[in-house]
């Protein structure tokens, strides 16, 4: 049979399409899916799921004009490639290639750029009150996953649109997994359903009563009712949708195309909020990722050869390192205990739940919640660690701020993928908990420069009375940066000095604490000697290593300065002597708010000048675009070439003679301050 | 009969009452808060209509032991009474006093300190949790209202509660209302169920069968799950409490204290999370504010007089004056719709419903929905502005940031009670705001300095192609800052000089704009002369503004500078001029990552010596207790004479010869620099 998949240009090519057309259409969808996800690594198990489901929705609706929202996104790959979008699909995820996520950029046909969950109904239910307000007819569809469903906003989502008078499709794809099994008293009562209920019944039900629903309008919602009320005895979880305002219809087989296509139809014009509870399996039609969805939600690159399937090895996380600590912690110390919310594999918890399984709770996609329980166990004399994206984080904010530092709690929030995310793009990049977290009072903030300073951040974290926050990026962990017998213990406040040298100064934060010691080598070979500063903390940053790399300001003229502090005047023609020694910050997140902005604001307020400084990070006001995370990094400057670079340009600025005495001056007082 | 109020010290004095004399407590409690609330303003009709049912749950409880959590809190005023606190609550909310919220500070009996709702289910679930790890046999109690129970968190808490195995009773305080009239799908289903149930049937049905239920353990479990069966017939919000994995028993009478007693010593026991389902009147026990629940649920201090109730005027709000703008944007541009998250009263919105009711949303307690509901209006051709307290924002922080910058949507954030709030306390200042949002790129932040340039932000937010937010602070306006003709218009990062004045600078956001004029006519009377700069935006920061306080670093060593601008190099013997300029930011925010950073950090990238700088604000690392607002703004040296004695004791701390040579300077460069 000649290939379909290259014939579809756009959603329209699928209505051309006979059933047995659209069944082979979807084996070709998938053997596209599974050989670019291979290659480029990406969101596979989910996408294979979604197969049948996509295609019925744009065969029944034009998404030029209806609006089509997915949840979380990531399972957005056959609607990519249904529009338009197949022949550049083997650009997935690489620098300026497909995004693994709805763009905007990219088609016309996708409206919102996502990658957080459970937000689609919330919007979709905004678009359709837009549209009857505009007074526009367009139909709106939101894709929600099970375990996006019954997240907070989610469910605030549904009953706003459980109160809309007009459309609003909701399909619910219940796979009866989210990233890892979904977690909860919910989920658990549709467990039971899915075990009790035959939806091959219901399907019987639907394909008997369906002729007789009209298509449009008050008549089709009517006789909907009625196919309802026959459907309801074979039906469970009806029950919290009708509550919620909504009409429920399901739950269907989501690889049966034809019978998705005439249901959807059915529906399409329905002057209500309906929910079509659609059964799916994630992975299917590979037997190897049905078998375990959990691996395969998101694999790095692999090969498939006959039934076995290797996923490419990269070297050792940060996610490792943070999970064994982790377990060291938890074994010295029984009141560490830890809570994912839906990320065990992603955040390391799955090799501590196996150590500890009393001590570990999956909360489902609830990180408010899941911030929340934390409190509550801390209060009762625990010490919980919240495992989590440092941009999943952000949904919890208000409850890190009330339940926890108004509290004065010692919850420990471990934020993995805190910088430049690599694939998945501006969605998921780690750039804002630094601004967000360091204005509020009491949270200490750390960063780990290797493996063994993550177990030392953590030893502080649990020995601490106050919130503290512990970030690392999506990567392998770097060489160790310390030579014999690892790091010195992690304490409060306090930075440590990796490199000397009386030229420059960097100071750099958690990851880029390696990147700025190859950029000193890198300088190195060039006659440039630099000062590398491991800083350790963002909050409370290290007074002393501000001292030491900045100059006060000249005279007594410093009003910044506390009035206690003695400023070293100079009055000797020295004065400007602290703008010719470049003092250059380095860390994975924005420049506004950011490390940076807590060492020009500490610098400001101990009365230093602070001329020299220039503060290096991801960009404040523009989002980088998915692709590698190397590339990433070069694109802000922060690999060792880029550093290198600003520190020589800084030192080309300066006036070569001062540059001179500068140095002197800088390592005299580096040798005075520091023992 | 001799009032039995004064008597009761403890929770265990309860325990001696005779029914007659536990209604007649009752309606002294009541009288009580009546009293101290018409003197200091509060929270009333919800803690007159909680009274009967907070009695009961601690004649049960032992909350010394057992785990108390409120959710919101603003009803735990009879708590607070019957634990200790009777003979100091006429302090309520003022300085030093009774906070109006949990406070752990004052009780053993409080556990948090809450003022956000929904999050204390998910709170209590870790509580629960916490005790069961440590092995401790603690009951554990949380009171959620029926606004709350249906916030995404409460639904993430109930999710994840209904997977204990263990004791945990949520009690539903259902008054079919929050602060305004429940919203949602959820809502409408309880209303439906209130109009057809009789309550009075569920209670003679449990008062039959209450009896054969035994008191611990097992058996407990058992019969209370048959006694559920009984009650089933009468009872419909059960299914989703069943389907969360809850034992639903309700909907009981909260004002028969005798029987609620009886009810929750039955439950008390039992091994499984229930929700029991109460029935309260909101502002029990006085006909005005039964009548009126929305105007009394938190009124400022009033006066009754028989049945006639006055209650005290201040002057025009800023919530007034924020309602009358956006009430003159709507009447100009038909895209313009307003949102809020149940508090339609606190937000001024009420006014905008009734003029343009198709406009207007309140989506309940849901702020998270409701951001993503005003990005899909917005994508579809609407201008959504979102009236929000400041610190109710940071639960939609990630929707902010995904559904709203990330897309580059034009939603307005208008955030009223941003900067200290008076008596709500450390629970509701909006003093994070400009920290969190200034990192998200592209957002525009800013502030009018009174009610007529409210108007003209609010004006050139709906003209932006990008999302802004806009704040202002509980308060009444302060006299206009213009004397003719009102304020020139807003644009797009532009400040206004409101005063000149040669020794010092003042650069005031804001609400703080006043402030700084009436402490530059103080400072006047002693020969100071300030100039007053109205900074009008936070993001994108004037830069003219910042190149006319500040005097470039000296030389061509400022690395900082980008390399394009011209630094004004001075080697006369002047470079230090900046110093002795002062130069002071005021704002109503935390000084880490506010304005003043924002302030401090463009000095830094201009090129610019920022010695001179002052940063005034609430402080970053302690909360501002309950109290007056003038008092509370005071304590953080932002009213008049705290700006006046930050200026002077920066111009005492310069060299006074310099300072002359300097005031001519500065206001040379201002000449040359401004039109």
């Known amino acids: 049979m000649k290939p379909i998949l290259p014939t579809i240009e756009s959603p329209a090519d699928l209505r051309k399409l006979a059933t047995a057309d659209l069944e082979h259409l979807a084996g070709e969808i998938r053997e596209r899916i599974i050989e670019v996800v291979g290659r480029n690594g990406g969101h596979l198990a989910s996408n294979l799921g979604i197969v049948e489901l996509t295609m019925a929705l744009h065969t029944v609706f034009d998404f030029r004009h209806d609006r089509l929202l997915w949840d979380v996104g ?258 010295e110390d029984d009141r560490v205990c830890a809570l994912t919310a839906a990320m065990p594999d992603g955040t390391g918890l799955n090799k501590f739940r196996k150590a500890f399984p009393d001590r570990y709770l999956d909360a489902g996609i609830a990180e408010s919640a899941t911030v929340d329980i934390a409190a509550g166990l801390c209060k009762a004399g625990m010490r919980p660690v919240v495992a989590i994206y440092s941009t999943f984080l952000q949904r919890a904010f208000d409850q890190v701020f009330q339940e926890v530092v108004l509290q004065g709690l010692p919850v420990i929030f471990c934020m993995d993928r805190a910088g430049l995310v690599g694939g998945d793009g501006a969605v998921h990049h780690g750039f804002l908990d630094i601004a967000y977290l360091r204005s509020l009072p009491n949270m200490v903030l750390m960063a780990p420069g290797d493996a063994e300073e993550l177990r030392s951040a953590l030893d502080l974290a649990v020995s601490l009375k106050v919130p503290s926050a512990i970030r690392y990026p999506r990567d392998t962990v770097p060489d160790p940066l310390f030579d014999n017998g690892g790091p010195p213990r992690f304490v409060l406040g306090r930075s440590i000095v990796l490199r000397n040298g009386g030229d420059a100064t960097i100071l750099a934060y958690g990851s880029m604490c390696r990147n700025a010691l190859d950029a000193a080598a890198l300088l190195a070979t060039q006659g440039v000697e630099s000062r590398v500063v491991n800083a350790r903390f963002a909050k409370p940053i290290d007074q002393e290593m501000i001292r030491a790399a900045f100059s006060p300001v000249a005279g007594e003229s410093s009003m910044a300065a506390s009035s206690a502090m003695t400023v070293q005047a100079d009055r000797d023609g020295e004065i400007d002597r602290g703008c010719v020694h470049p003092i250059i910050t380095v860390e994975e997140h924005s420049t506004a708010g950011g490390f940076g902005s807590a060492v020009l604001e500490t610098a400001h307020q101990l009365g230093m000048s602070t001329g020299s400084l220039r503060i290096l990070g991801m960009p404040a006001d523009r989002f980088i675009a998915h692709g590698s995370r190397a590339g990433q990094l070069a694109e802000c400057g922060l690999d060792a070439a880029g550093i290198a670079a600003v520190v020589l340009d800084s030192l080309r600025r300066a006036d070569p003679v001062t540059v001179e005495r500068q140095t002197a001056n800088a390592d005299a007082l580096a040798c005075a301050r520091r023992p």
Chains 1, 2 share one sequence.
């Open 74 to 331: 990531h399972q957005a790959y056959v609607h990519k490639i249904l529009t338009g979008r197949n022949a550049r699909f083997d650009t997935l995820r690489k620098p300026g290639g497909i995004s693994g996520f709805p763009n905007v950029d990219e088609s016309e046909y996708d409206l919102f750029n996502v990658g957080h969950a459970g937000t689609a109904i919330a919007t979709a239910t905004g678009l359709a009150r837009g549209a009857s307000l505009r007074k526009e007819d367009r139909g709106v569809v939101a894709i929600v996953g099970d375990a996006s469903i019954f997240n907070g906003v989610a469910f605030e989502g549904l009953n706003q649109a459980g109160t809309l008078r007009r459309q609003l499709l909701v399909v619910l794809n219940d796979n009866s997994m989210g990233i890892a099994p979904t977690q909860g008293g919910m989920a658990e009562s549709l467990a039971k359903f899915r075990i009790s209920s035959t939806y091959e019944e219901t399907k019987r039900r639907v394909k008997k009563y369906l002729p007789q629903v009209p298509l449009v309008g008050k008549a089709a919602f009517d006789a909907l009712d009625q196919l309802k009320e026959r459907l309801k005895a074979s039906v469970s979880p009806h029950q919290i949708f009708e509550q919620l305002g909504f009409l429920y219809v399901g739950p269907m087989d989501g690889h049966d195309v034809a019978h998705l296509i005439e249901l959807i139809t059915a529906l399409k014009d329905v002057n209500h909020p309906v929910l079509l509870h659609v059964h799916t399996e994630k992975g299917r039609g590979a037997d190897w990722a049905t078998a375990d969805p959990e691996t395969f939600h998101s694999p790095k690159p692999f090969k498939v050869e006959g039934r076995r399937v290797e996923i490419q090895c990269g070297g050792r996380s940060w996610t490792a390192a943070f999970a064994d600590a982790l377990i060291g912690c938890a074994k």
